[in-house]
């Protein structure tokens, strides 16, 4: 979690953000589009758990936090696959790879 004082416009002072909106996102290509644009995916990333898998922990930019707002509206919208997703996060998250909030 981010600690008193070190948010600064939604952001952990030094780290690039990443903004997933449940309320604008149709679909799980839609996420994995987002999240490829912040990691600065290659042209032939896959749209799966496997691949972003690969692409976070290949990533040596700058540290980044993704930040997923209504996270409930996308877990009822993309059911399995959003779980599918949250996993490799969460997960990202637990080796330092990433910041993660699920608001």
């Known amino acids: 979690m981010v600690q008193a ?5 939604g952001m952990v002072q030094g ?7 449940g309320a604008t996102l149709p679909d799980a290509a839609a996420v994995y589009r987002k999240l490829g644009e912040a990691l600065h995916a290659p042209s032939h990333f896959g749209n799966n758990p496997d691949a972003l898998w690969d692409l976070i ?12 707002r209504n996270a409930a509206q ?5 059911g399995p696959r959003y779980k599918d997703i949250v996993r490799v996060l969460e997960r990202a998250a637990a ?3 990433i910041k ?4």
Request: overall charge negative.
């Open 74 to 78: 996308s877990a009822a919208l993309l």
């Open 57 to 68: 922990s290949e990533h040596s930019g700058e540290p980044i936090e993704i930040v997923w």
């Open 5 to 9: 004082g070190m948010v600064q416009a």
């Open 95 to 97: 080796h330092g790879r």
């Open 15 to 21: 780290m690039k953000s990443c903004i997933l909106d």
């Open 100 to 103: 993660l909030q699920l608001t």
